[in-house]
């Protein structure tokens, strides 16, 4: 018999912190397997740990890299007896700063984290997902990915695109039975929002969100969301009211949106 033993499973990526952790920790208490990954080994040791025995698998991989996804879902195949529910591809990174103090190096490396990374794990999981009934994929977006968001441009972009991957995706993958979601979450409290413009900038991204008072909301709030998008008939999924009130403006007041980050961008 696979580890999995008959129950329902969910392969993570980006699961040694954050919303991968408390995806993984919310999956696992309600009966699933997970597979959990990240390039992060002693953070996905630290989540494994968090989780009742017999009830995960886990692997070391970067997601910009083809072969290590191959191998990742390869190894998540033998353990589920070649099913695969749920392919969550949570992994992300992002660099919050003026577009010309980023560097073009972390530029690219987001694009290839964010998107790339996206498109290589359905390229990978894809044969598991076709022969497992009712199968889905979660991509995580952002509320970036809804409004551009200045001092987030290129990681803005990437969340554009995967949203709209999950959208094109959603229809084409129909006829195979498999659905595609994607979360758009506001601030999530994750490691994430310690971000500056480069590796051991002093500017985080944390402070600004402080210091302006806006709100930041508990990575469960995130989990539970991603339990929504394996279940539920939306294809876009926010996460926290601010997420829902931005779709809300983006979509029937795009004008005042810019103005108010125009006056931002001003101050």
């Known amino acids: 018999m696979s580890l999995s033993g008959g129950r329902k499973t969910i392969f993570i990526t980006g699961a040694g912190s954050g919303i991968g952790r408390a995806t ?16 992060n080994e002693q953070g996905l040791a630290e989540t494994a740990s968090m989780l009742a025995p017999q009830t995960s698998t886990s692997g070391v991989f970067d997601v ?3 072969q290590g996804w191959s191998d990742a879902v390869s190894a998540f195949g033998d353990a589920t007896g070649g099913r695969m529910h749920v ?29 790339n990374g996206v498109i290589h794990g359905i390229y990978a999981a894809l044969p598991l997902l076709e022969k497992t009934p009712g199968s889905r994929i979660v991509n995580t977006a952002s509320t970036a990915g809804v409004i551009g968001s200045p001092k987030l441009a290129v990681y803005s972009a990437t969340k554009f695109a995967v949203r709209g991957l999950s959208e094109a995706l959603d229809v084409e993958f129909a006829p195979k039975g498999i659905r595609v979601t994607c979360l758009t979450p506001w601030f999530i409290e994750t490691p994430i929002l310690d971000m500056g413009s480069h590796e051991g900038a002093n500017a985080r991204m944390s402070d600004e969100i402080r210091a302006g008072g806006m709100d930041i909301y508990p990575v469960e709030m995130a989990a539970q969301r991603a339990w929504d998008a394996a279940h539920g008939d939306a294809v876009v999924y926010p996460v926290g009211k601010a997420a829902e009130r931005a779709r809300f403006m983006s979509r029937f007041f795009p004008g005042l949106i810019r103005k108010q980050l125009l006056k931002g961008a001003t101050r």
């Open 24 to 39: 993984a920790q919310l999956f696992a208490q309600r009966g699933w397997f997970c597979g959990l990954y990240d390039v």
């Open 64 to 66: 910009t890299d083809r």
């Open 87 to 115: 392919l969550f591809n949570n992994a992300g990174i992002g660099r919050h700063g003026a577009f010309e103090q980023i560097p073009e190096a972390d530029s690219r490396l987001i694009v290839d984290i964010n998107l």
